[in-house]
């Protein structure tokens, strides 16, 4: 073969590959296209096509009064793309690059390097790199106004508790992915969630998501609302009271209630230390523990209501009897000591419960036999579940009869060697109050959807009748009694108020031993003749002093005093005291109250006022709370707010004047912001020492006020009540 024809044959050969690849191609086509077409566009559309949910609105919580508790806020996700095309050009220049770096780093307060590093350290090809995870309405509109390309901006929705610590065992708190963990938003999680939405999107090679007209779309059901029967009024009160009371003597934590006796509605439920539900973790787990339905205890004392309504329907008691107790107070039960508080000598039965006689009481109590008592104690509670709708409640332990000793009849008549939560307490004295109806204790009385149509409604239910109304009839002036100068209880007393309860101190068991620590308590209810109200206080080793009548019987007197001022039905029927001039009257607890309910309370009263302020809540009053002043003397009220009313002309359309918050608690603070349309951010807790914006500065309506507070120290709390 010549050099010519070699030439022409590989010529040949490589214009006859250079024709196949053409025809490979027309092949893939016709095969792609035709023959495995159908089944190649199927598995494209089930890669590209994804399903992504519509998240659901979870349900708010509201108070009795309609005041919002818990709700749903808005923040917003931060993220960059710095290979986006500008003008032309791929990649994000390098000045706006740094322009949104310090910009970030004055909203968030971090450096400039920490947000560098961020994007310099991203995988080269990244187009999502998360900067900020909860920007405000505020930083957000900030970084949009920047008009910087790249950045992503994606609403984020987060549980947020109105009046932060407000309630917070009462309500619970919620994880990360929204699901109730304790309280109400636990319990009613399935209710308050809803059902989530589903859409179709696209994704494309680098798993960005687009949307598309006509995708399927599912939308979500928006969680039901619950309206709950805690008194945002009530509950702030009792909070109040019980933190002054725990620090006062210093006490490991304390519990409080309040519940109306007639229907079992919680009125008010805390618990003290508490923490924030916004920031569950920011706080102690033991501070999270809902005390009231999870802690079982012995009731001491407070248990003698058992004991009193067994003896008196049992006819083991004559009220004109006399019981002798030792001169030092001691008796001998089966080789164990038995011990009053102190030598009580001669007692009549009004006076065993008055002066809380341990050894008269065992005595009354051995009169029966064990399985009748143990029955009455069955029939008031003990021993079984409250159902009240929260998560964690135990039910107690109350031994059967044949498990009992010798001893523990008379131990048990006086609140030992049994073990209750303080609700199954409480409930059993609302039982009393309530003329022998138990009713079973609740926290939410209806669910609405989000059109407020009723999904469900509460109805009182009436679990039974612990006793004969005659029989408590006897025994109301007794526990009235309690509350006289010379019973236990007498710190307890409010004057003109009408009150009946029980002191409680019981020994803690540690190990399996009594110690010498002490659990101090108070219940009671009033008026006593229309109960209203029942309210149990209780505390954890007060180091002051283990008697309930001193520790837990000044708070609850402090709550009733404070209950009446804001219930106009009991203000305007407490009674004037023996010791009074009928020419005078007494003031009552305005603090804390608005500037309606104020006046309307003291027109009710005939009281003439002079009030300082143009709006807020009272934050003074002179004369104080509980002076008696001649009728038709004048008394001050300071409100919180004394800004002028022509300042309030130059306030712009959405935007809102910021008032001086300095010097109010933290609630008041944040009602105020509330009335306004404004977020409130808290930092410490206590009273407002500084404020951000200042003020009369002007704010968008929506924005965030930030407060920092500082507590008093107990020894400051200590000398301002020395003066």
């Known amino acids: 073969m010549d050099e010519r024809t070699a030439i022409l044959s590989r010529m040949f050969i490589v214009l006859g590959l250079i024709l196949l690849i053409p025809c490979a191609l027309g092949f893939q086509l016709i095969r792609i296209n035709y023959v495995e077409g159908e089944e190649l566009r199927e598995l494209w559309s089930k890669q590209a096509v994804d399903q992504i949910p519509i998240p659901a609105q979870r349900g708010n919580i509201y108070d009795a009064n309609g005041t919002l508790l818990a709700t749903n806020a808005v923040d917003y996700k931060l993220a960059f793309d710095p290979k986006v095309t500008v003008n032309g050009k791929a990649g994000v220049p390098k000045e706006q690059v740094e322009q949104l770096i310090t910009k970030l780093s004055a909203l968030t307060k971090k450096s400039d390097s920490f947000y560098r590093t961020k994007i310099n350290s991203a995988p080269a090809r990244s187009r999502y790199i998360v900067l900020e995870t909860n920007l405000s309405v505020l930083a957000k509109d900030q970084i949009k106004a920047l008009d910087i390309d790249g950045v992503i901006l994606e609403e984020n929705y987060r549980r947020k508790y109105t009046f932060g610590t407000l309630a917070a065992h009462t309500l619970g708190f919620v994880n990360h992915e929204t699901n109730g963990r304790i309280g109400l938003e636990a319990y009613y999680n399935e209710e308050l969630k809803g059902e989530d939405g589903v859409r179709q999107v696209r994704r494309d090679p680098f798993n960005r998501i687009f949307e598309y007209v006509g995708a399927p779309k599912k939308l979500p059901r928006n969680g039901y609302s619950l309206h709950t029967t805690i008194d945002a009024y009530l509950q702030a009160i009792l909070e109040d009271e019980l933190k002054a009371g725990v620090d006062k003597h210093l006490a490991n934590y304390g519990t409080g209630i309040i519940l109306d006796p007639k229907t079992g ?111 009455y104690a069955r029939n008031m509670g003990f021993g079984s579940s409250t159902n009240i709708d929260l998560i964690g409640e135990v039910e107690g332990r109350l031994a059967k009869p044949y498990e009992w000793s010798l001893v523990t009849l008379p131990w048990m008549s006086h609140g030992y060697e049994i073990q209750t939560t303080p609700l199954q ?165 305005l603090k804390g109250l608005k500037k309606k309910q104020a006046i309307e309370l003291l027109t009710g009263l005939n009281i003439p006022y002079e009030v300082n302020g143009k709006a807020g809540y009272i934050t003074k009053q002179t004369p104080e709370a509980g002076t008696q002043i001649n009728i038709g003397q004048e008394i001050s009220l300071t409100l919180s707010e004394t800004y002028a009313a022509s300042d309030s002309a130059k306030v712009k359309d959405g935007y809102a004047e910021i008032p001086n918050l300095i010097g109010m608690n933290m609630r008041q603070a944040t009602n105020l912001l509330t009335e306004r349309g404004l977020e409130t951010e808290i930092i410490g807790s206590g009273t407002v020492f500084a404020q951000y914006p200042k003020k009369g500065e002007l704010l968008r309506k929506g924005y965030s006020v930030t407060i920092r507070g500082k507590a008093k120290s107990l020894e400051l709390l200590t000398q301002t009540e020395k003066r």
């Open 265 to 375: 509605a919680i009125k008010a439920l805390a618990n003290y230390p508490t923490f924030d539900p916004n920031y569950p973790g920011s706080n102690n787990e033991e501070n999270r523990r809902n005390f009231a339905i999870s802690d079982m205890i012995e009731p001491g004392s407070t248990f003698k209501l058992v004991t009193a309504i067994a003896a008196v329907e049992q006819g083991v008691v004559d009220f004109n009897e006399v019981f002798e107790t030792p001169d030092d107070g001691e008796v001998v039960i089966h080789d164990l000591v038995l011990r009053d508080h102190d030598p009580l000598g001669d007692l009549t039965f009004k006076e065993v419960i008055q002066k809380s006689s341990n050894v008269a009481t065992a005595e009354i109590a051995m009169r029966m036999d064990k399985e009748v008592f143990y029955q």
């Open 425 to 589: 307490i409480a409930q059993a004295y609302a039982a009393f109050a309530n003329n022998g109806k138990m009713m079973r204790p609740y926290l939410v009385e209806r669910i609405e959807d989000k059109n407020g149509e009723v999904v469900s409604e509460h109805e009182p239910v009436e679990i039974r009748r612990i006793a004969k109304k005659s029989t408590l009839d006897k025994l109301y002036p007794i526990f009235e009694s309690v509350v006289a100068d010379s019973g236990t209880g007498d710190l307890a007393q409010v004057n003109g108020l009408r009150i009946a309860g029980k002191t409680g101190t019981a020994k803690k068991v540690v190990n399996g031993r009594y110690t010498n620590n002490y659990r101090g308590s108070f219940v009671g209810f009033f008026p006593v003749e229309d109960p209203q109200y029942v309210c149990l206080i209780l505390l954890d080793e007060p180091r002051t002093s283990g008697y309930g009548g001193f520790t837990a019987a000044p708070i609850f007197q402090n709550v009733a005093k404070r209950i009446a001022g804001l219930d106009n039905n009991i203000q305007q029927n407490m009674k004037v005291g023996e010791e009074q001039n009928p020419n005078f009257v007494q003031v009552p607890f």
